[in-house]
């Protein structure tokens, strides 16, 4: 993977995908004792960055009649959209579990949404039968070079905001669960003087462990409300990317992604689901030298139930 | 006034003010009807359009030594932030009893808050007098053509943004208060087909009456949760320029606003305060012939107690 898979992302993104905007606030700034500058791909289609990867994936297709994915997340609606701007169908496999919300808004994007039961069914059987009897291709969330690269477009639009504001040198925290975003915007900005750290959640701190580690480590028993980002473990494709270009890895307390997310609330004026807020908590709470970070707020998909948590800590 | 004078003020805007975006979703839509673009002026510096206003008075100000606003709200903070950033002192006069957190945030964008008793004072009386004795230019919150020039440059980012997404012919609703955002989006759209409506709460409907009237009439003693936009009456300056390119005005139920708000929240993922929230609800809740409505999201200063209330709607 290079950076021209990127650009040619971005190329075939044009028009489709949004170029979101690099926020701020001189509160924040304060707060922090440092300039803080907020990506916020919240505002990007689907409310997540996950559309971009799909849109890559979906727009380098060939010949494709169908797309499949496993997602109880932001990686289901980005592909069902995805498909839909194609016109091709898709198949997300879902947990019958899931939140009605979100197999719903799934659904509403045009999917086909097939429901297994987590505890007695393989969804890669069932995935791998459909898209064996029904000729529909895998768009897999992270370890899949075409959705890398449709992340790595964010790292792009961001070097360019941030130098129209004047800043070429800064510590750049992403959002970790696979790695994708992570490795996407790191690829980027290889050779830049934008130093991509990843963020992760207390207990899913699987990609700063094996940063430590110099392999490949999983997380254990552990629940946290960042569900966007509890992935098992670092990628295949996306860790030795990450391990190349990053580091080393932040991790953030719930209680400090409730804080982030409601001072995004009071001073950015965006929505951030937990997932996409752990880079803004390390950014406001955690010890950084730089002068100027930048976060990526990577999500807004949350449920007022949750919001109202975090506008509880103000 | 005319469009040249929209043009200057966007030329001095150049890199001082963000273009924010224009969002949409599919839900929306689908709820509505119709195609429902969004303009998210609550992502603007200071989290309202009014610092487009402050920024083209205050850049356009020649050999001034300070200014001063009365304002207990978003032109205050506006004026405050476009002051410090000219590197001029300003003089906020606000209420004493204004909400803490509001004469906080003027003080933290660099301004000098004066506070005054409401009902045994006149701020006008105060105003004049520290106006003379320190030499402060008056920045008046819409009846000021500077002000409105800048409020216009949104209107023209409007049409840019709404031709790339291939619209060219739509309604557009603006929240309405004194004028000043709708009467500079208006002339910056004159003769195009984006065709421009106030929007106001309902008992503070003054535009919307005095249009019918074809005469500018007050409204009488009520209250609104739209605190951005309950002002007494139409404009000298604005009100005519709204009589000959606007109209009819809509007017909406602080019910609507707060469903409006929440519906921004989940679908748009922003923060919408209740009187920029007063055009995206005419837009889901009115029936609208237009096959595209284009809503101002006007602004996000809202606490998080009255945001809540909004989720609460959900």
């Given amino acids: 993977m290079n950076i021209d898979m990127i650009e040619a992302a971005a190329a075939r993104a044009k028009g489709h995908v949004r170029r979101t905007p690099l ?5 924040l700034d304060e707060l922090a004792g440092r300039r803080i500058l907020v990506k916020a791909e919240c505002l990007q289609h689907t409310g997540s960055f996950k559309f971009r990867g799909a849109w890559s994936a979906l727009s380098a297709l060939k010949d494709a009649s169908g ?10 609606q980005g592909v069902a959209l995805a498909a839909r701007m194609h016109g091709l169908p898709s198949v997300i496999v879902m947990p019958a579990d899931a939140p ?9 994007y045009g999917a086909e949404v097939v429901l297994y039961d987590r505890y007695s069914e393989s969804r890669e059987a069932i995935g791998e039968e459909l898209a064996r009897d029904r000729n529909l291709t895998l768009i897999r969330p992270y370890d899949e070079p075409l959705v890398i690269a449709g992340q790595g477009t964010c790292g792009l639009e961001i070097a360019e905001q941030a130098a129209e504001l004047g800043v070429t040198e800064a510590d750049l925290l992403v959002c970790c669960g696979g790695g994708g975003f992570t490795a996407g915007v790191a690829l980027a900005l290889e050779g830049s003087k934008l130093r991509v750290h990843p963020v992760e959640p207390e207990d899913f701190d699987d990609t700063a462990r094996s940063l430590v580690a110099g392999t490949r480590l999983g997380n254990g028993d552990a629940t946290s409300i960042c569900d966007a980002i509890v992935t098992p473990a670092p990628g295949e494709i996306t860790f030795p990317i990450v391990q190349r270009l990053c580091g080393p890895g932040l991790v953030v307390s719930d209680d400090e992604v409730l804080r982030a997310m409601a001072l995004a609330f009071q001073r950015l004026k965006i929505v951030i689901e937990p997932g996409g807020a752990v880079a803004l908590a390390a950014a406001l709470f955690r010890d950084i030298k730089a002068e100027t970070v930048i976060a990526t707020a990577s999500g807004g998909n949350v449920d007022h139930g949750m919001f109202a948590r975090a506008l509880a800590t103000l």
């Fill in 23 to 27: 926020l701020g606030s001189s509160f």
């Fill in 67 to 76: 797309v499949i994915a496993f997602s109880s997340g932001n990686h289901a």
């Fill in 100 to 108: 009605a919300l979100k197999i719903a808004n799934t659904r509403a």
